[in-house]
């Protein structure tokens, strides 16, 4: 079965600069969550979307803006990067924003120098 | 926002039923109780959720008490693919954000 794609696997940024990263849904899942989750912490939720629009917004930074595309795929955009940024970042996706069950992607694990 | 209480880790023989503990006595009426795992270097993983009563699927049951204060995963038969981070997440009924604490590390031993 199609699972959740998370792009890229790996990112190295040093300080101050930018990053993007991409999540792929499973077909016909039209809600995206994003995840923080520091080494050797829990998960933090940062965003999510339906139908294209923010439903949520937990500890996400200014720095940080993400939306969701017409494809229904999420790009979290990482400005001015810190290297507390440093973390695995995970996407997961539901079918409809009243599903209880979450499918994550195999996370991004970006290093900032 | 409510939040849950979880043993640091736990221990226990392979083929034998583990019960995960999970304290969330601040639980208001429409939050509801989820169970994701986090196997070594892979993204969390749903196992289970509930409201008020037990619930049974094929990786696990939930034992919800009745002032809901408390539940227990319940993995009938561990094996070592089951060692992982089990998490007991409450989601706020009206935007459905998972709220996280501190899992429990469970090992099998062979």
């Known amino acids: 079965a199609a699972g959740v794609i998370q792009s890229p696997r790996h990112l190295i940024k040093e300080k101050r600069e930018t990053a993007t990263l991409k999540c792929y849904p499973i077909p016909r899942h039209d809600t995206v969550y994003w995840y923080q989750q520091g080494p050797g912490q829990d998960p933090q939720f940062l965003i999510s979307f339906y139908e294209k629009m923010q439903s949520d917004k937990g500890s996400i930074p200014d720095r940080f803006s993400a939306q969701q595309f017409s494809d229904y795929h999420s790009e979290l955009n990482m400005s001015s990067l810190e290297l507390g940024d440093s973390a695995l970042y995970f996407c997961?996706?539901?079918?409809?924003?009243?599903?209880?069950?979450?499918?994550f992607g195999p996370g991004t694990r970006l290093t900032v120098l | 926002d409510a939040k849950t209480t979880q043993p640091n880790s736990m221990e226990s023989n392979e083929e034998e039923p583990v019960h995960l503990p999970c304290n969330h006595s601040?639980?208001?009426?429409?939050?509801?109780i989820h169970w994701y795992r986090q196997l070594p270097s892979q993204g969390p993983e749903y196992v289970i959720h509930?409201?008020?009563?037990?619930v049974n699927n094929r990786m696990a049951s939930l034992a919800i008490a009745e002032d809901r204060k408390s539940s227990t995963l319940i993995l009938h038969r561990a094996t070592l693919r089951d060692a992982a981070v089990y998490y007991c997440?409450?989601?706020?009924?009206?935007?459905?954000?998972?709220?996280w604490g501190a899992g429990t590390k469970l090992i099998i031993k062979p």
């Open positions: 997961a996706s539901s079918q409809g924003l009243g599903s209880r069950e979450q499918f």
């Open positions: 601040t639980i208001s009426g429409t939050d509801y």
């Open positions: 997440i409450l989601s706020v009924d009206s935007n459905y954000q998972l709220i």
């Open positions: 509930g409201l008020t009563s037990n």
